[in-house]
T-cell receptor, first 114, second 109 residues
Framework: DTEVTQTPKHLVMGMTNKKSLKCEQH?????MYWYKQKAKKPPELMFV???????INESVPSRFSPECPNSSLLNLHLHALQPEDSALYLC?????????????FGSGTRLTVV | KNEVEQSPQNLTAQEGEFITINCSYS?????LHWLQQHPGGGIVSLFM???GKKKHGRLIATINIQEKHSSLHITASHPRDSAVYIC???????????FGKGTHLIIQP
């Protein structure tokens, strides 16, 4: 299995909702990432889990909270989002320090906040 | 912090033309990635380079570590190659990638 699987592919949520995005990989990669991408912009790093240790981009608001139940799964919990949070959320994985392993990106979750 | 510059930002060409997209970065890296993104779509990894040259089908990627520069070439371009091509660098560890702003390529039939 050489894929990063993201669910759901599309999500529309209200500003008072709580939802979760899920990401899964079975390549044995020990680093997993959440990126946010606005239209016509490059992705921006939100969170990194490397060997189950979390690193945060301090500019990310607390209404986004990541969770890494195990080394294969990465969730992004969403609560009280704003319309400006509408974007494509990309998950990726890699094996830190191993040049033979590239980044693998999921196909993304297109999030619309109404 | 690594600064990644891509050129050109936009490129329109006719089918069959040879395409070159350039990427330069400011700080030494462990690897450079070329990525492809179709409108509204996810990101597909085309190449990961740490030295030299790689070829896959009609795509060729080169990197010059000393000059901190990489190029992506497309031979015999086709309308299905129309996409955004993104250069991204990996500084090592697990700090995520630093992305260029992308090159929006349109191949006209």
């Amino acid at each position: 299995d050489t894929e990063v699987t993201q669910t759901p592919k599309h999500l529309v949520m209200g500003m008072t909702n709580k939802k979760s995005l899920k990401c899964e990989q079975h390549m044995g990669h020990r680093a997993m990432y959440w990126y946010k991408q606005k239209a016509k912009k490059p992705p921006e790093l939100m969170f990194v889990y490397s060997y189950e240790k979390l690193s945060i981009n301090e500019s990310v608001p607390s209404r986004f909270s990541p969770e890494c139940p195990n080394s294969s799964l990465l969730n992004l919990h969403l609560h009280a989002l704003q319309p400006e949070d509408s974007a494509l959320y990309l998950c990726a994985s890699s094996q830190p320090g191993a040049l033979a392993y590239g980044y693998t990106f999921g196909s993304g979750t297109r999030l619309t906040v109404v | 912090k690594n600064e990644v510059e891509q050129s050109p930002q936009n490129l329109t060409a006719q089918e069959g033309e040879f395409i070159t997209i350039n990427c330069s970065y400011s700080v030494g890296i462990s690897a450079l990635h070329w990525l492809q993104q179709h409108p509204g779509g996810g990101i597909v990894s085309l190449f990961m380079l740490s030295s030299g040259k790689k070829k896959h089908g009609r795509l060729i990627a080169t990197i010059n570590i000393q000059e901190k520069h990489s190029s992506l070439h497309i031979t015999a371009s086709h309308p299905r190659d129309s996409a955004v091509y993104i250069c991204a660098v990996d500084g090592g560890g697990a700090d995520g990638l630093t992305f260029g702003k992308g090159t929006h390529l349109i191949i006209q039939p």
